[in-house]
């Protein structure tokens, strides 16, 4: 038989999933392994070992095991660190937290360390636990997700020429490129987005400013309609589709406007 190493790590619950009759399956988000899943075995029965600690958005320390051969780790414990109750407790947080998590899920492979990725996500949570999230700040999480997980847009220069964004007379986005093109380049391109100087060099400092230091920038109205749609369409040309926790949330928002 395969010896098992325990390993320990903090982590943010992604998803969980009943399982047979007693065990769930629970997808983490870790600080020193990347995603992670694994089974907690009894986790449904038990009183002490897993109260609370495997529910979405739960920051937590986990202590697993797995054996090289194993699909799955073993979860042997789980300690809460920050529950992020108020999330649960409102429908528009539940829904923004959902949507964060998805894109987490999506763009990252098990096993893969990401650090600064985890931080991402821990500090997003922290903040919708304790206040009202907003458009702008789905949209500085995005652009900072799509940097470090190596999907970043050009949005310095147009792709094709590489003339300077501050010399551009006009920009147009083009999601399957993944960048913008000037006027010159863009002729005769297809699915291009025209987006102002405005909100592109706000989307540039957002993935570049220290997280603490955010709530500083702000986007117009046309800034926010602008950086949704490039946002959103690029992330679903990566994905081959569009995120159903996006669906949910835009029609939740779209019924209290």
């Not at 392994?33 to 320390?61: D, H, M, Q, Y």
């Not at 957002?206 to 369409?233: F, P």
């Not at 994905?239 to 949910?248: C, R």
């Given at each position: 038989?395969?010896?098992?190493?325990?390993?320990?790590?903090?982590?943010?619950?992604?998803?969980?999933?009943?399982?047979?009759?007693?065990?769930?399956?629970?997808?983490f988000y870790t600080?020193?392994?990347?995603?992670?899943?694994?089974?907690?075995?009894?986790?449904?029965?038990?009183?002490?070992?897993?109260?609370?600690?495997?529910?979405p958005f739960c920051?937590?320390?986990?202590?697993?095991?797995?054996?090289?051969?194993?699909?799955?780790?073993?979860?042997?414990?789980?300690?809460?660190?920050?529950?992020?109750?108020?999330?649960?407790?409102?429908?528009?947080?539940?829904?923004?937290?959902?949507?964060?998590?998805?894109?987490?899920?999506?763009?990252?492979?098990?096993?893969?360390?990401?650090?600064?990725?985890?931080?991402?996500?821990?500090?997003?949570?922290?903040?919708?636990?304790?206040?009202?999230?907003?458009?702008?700040?789905?949209?500085?999480?995005?652009?900072?997700?799509?940097?470090?997980?190596?999907?970043?847009?050009?949005?310095?220069?147009?792709?094709?020429?590489?003339?300077?964004?501050?010399?551009?007379?006009?920009?147009?986005?083009?999601?399957?490129?993944?960048?913008?093109?000037?006027?010159?380049?863009?002729?005769?391109?297809?699915?291009?987005?025209?987006?102002?100087?405005?909100?592109?060099?706000?989307?540039?400092?957002?993935?570049?400013?220290?997280?603490?230091?955010?709530?500083?920038?702000?986007?117009?109205?046309?800034?926010?309609?602008?950086?949704r749609e490039i946002?959103?369409?690029?992330?679903?040309?990566?994905?081959?589709?569009?995120?159903?926790?996006?669906?949910?949330?835009?029609?939740?928002?779209?019924?209290?406007?």
């Amino acid at each position: 038989m395969s010896a098992r190493t325990i390993h320990k790590s903090s982590a943010v619950v992604l998803h969980s999933l009943d399982y047979g009759e007693s065990d769930r399956i629970v997808t983490f988000y870790t600080s020193d392994f990347g995603k992670l899943k694994g089974i907690a075995k009894g986790a449904r029965r038990s009183k002490k070992r897993f109260v609370n600690a495997l529910e979405p958005f739960c920051c937590c320390t986990v202590m697993f095991s797995k054996k090289v051969s194993s699909a799955l780790a073993l979860i042997e414990g789980c300690d809460i660190n920050n529950h992020n109750a108020r999330i649960r407790e409102d429908l528009d947080k539940t829904l923004v937290s959902t949507y964060l998590i998805d894109l987490i899920d999506k763009f990252t492979i098990e096993g893969k360390k990401n650090n600064p990725l985890f931080q991402l996500l821990t500090h997003f949570l922290s903040l919708i636990n304790e206040g009202i999230p907003s458009e702008k700040f789905i949209r500085f999480f995005e652009i900072r997700l799509l940097k470090l997980s190596g999907y970043e847009p050009l949005l310095e220069s147009c792709r094709i020429c590489r003339k300077p964004l501050a010399k551009m007379i006009s920009h147009h986005f083009i999601p399957a490129e993944g960048g913008l093109r000037c006027a010159a380049c863009c002729e005769n391109s297809f699915n291009s987005l025209c987006v102002s100087a405005g909100t592109i060099n706000t989307l540039i400092l957002g993935k570049e400013i220290a997280l603490e230091r955010m709530n500083s920038l702000s986007l117009s109205d046309q800034s926010l309609r602008e950086s949704r749609e490039i946002l959103e369409r690029f992330i679903r040309h990566l994905l081959g589709k569009e995120l159903k926790s996006l669906q949910v949330l835009n029609q939740i928002r779209k019924m209290d406007t």
